[in-house]
């Protein structure tokens, strides 16, 4: 099965730091890579759908981009709220598979 | 207002059985898919099911084929999640979550499932 695995597995980072998280994938495959945010006792929430394109209602300061095997996902100036776990996910075979995840904290 | 809301979690003994519902509003539901995901505790989402939006298609994770049942009534605005020969390790959260071509939009709020002797 493909894997798709993030780094880092865990940040601390201050407000108004830029912050990446990238996702690579055992094997090649199209843009249809997701990023979601996920916050303690919630739902996922997706951020980024397509590899780059910007869900509706989501701040501008996360983008991302990235293809083939490489993708990444960054916050551009860290806000308190973005304290959260995010997790890439591909849509491969009509399965959604997730990323191990990363926790972002605020320092 | 687009809303799922997921109901019929709780407590059940391994090898015993439990339907989880799923029910829509705020959006035309018979025109999307609709997946199921669950999520153990401390642990990453895990894609379980998914329906295609007339119910023509199914599919189903590996770790769940052949004792989960996936269906959906679009009179209704519900799908379904019936849970046979549950196992310790199906101890989740489980979330609906709407199909866009490649990712899930909208999700649940989730609904707990345990299984515990």
């Known amino acids: 099965a493909i894997q798709l695995t993030q780094s880092p597995s865990s940040l601390s980072a201050s407000v108004g730091d830029r912050v990446t998280i990238t996702c690579r994938a055992r094997q090649g495959f199209t843009t249809a890579l997701a990023w979601y945010q996920q916050k303690p006792g919630k739902a996922p929430k997706v951020l980024i759908y397509?590899?780059?394109t910007l869900q509706s209602g989501v701040p501008s300061r996360f983008s991302a981009g990235g293809s083939g095997t490489d993708f990444s996902l960054t916050i551009s100036s860290l806000q308190p709220e973005d304290s959260a776990t995010y997790y890439c996910?591909?849509?491969?075979?009509?399965?959604?598979?997730f990323g191990g995840g990363t926790r972002v904290e605020i320092k | 207002q687009e809303q799922l809301v997921e109901s019929g979690g709780g407590v059940v003994q391994p090898g015993r059985s439990l339907r989880l519902s799923c029910t829509a509003s705020?959006?035309?539901?018979?025109?999307?898919?609709m997946h199921w995901v669950r999520q153990a505790p401390g642990k990453g989402p895990e894609w379980v099911a998914l329906?295609?939006?007339?119910?023509?298609?199914?599919y189903y994770a590996d770790s769940v084929r052949g004792r989960f049942t996936i269906s959906r009534d679009n009179f209704r605005n519900m799908v379904y999640l019936q849970m046979d020969s549950l196992r310790d390790e199906d101890t989740a959260v489980y979330y609906c979550a709407r199909r866009q071509r490649s990712h899930a939009d909208l999700w649940g709020q989730g609904t707990q499932v345990t299984v515990s002797s």
């Open positions: 996910q591909q849509f491969i075979n009509f399965s959604l598979t």
């Open positions: 329906i295609w939006y007339d119910g023509s298609d199914k």
């Open positions: 705020g959006f035309n539901f018979r025109t999307y898919g």
């Open positions: 397509g590899a780059s």
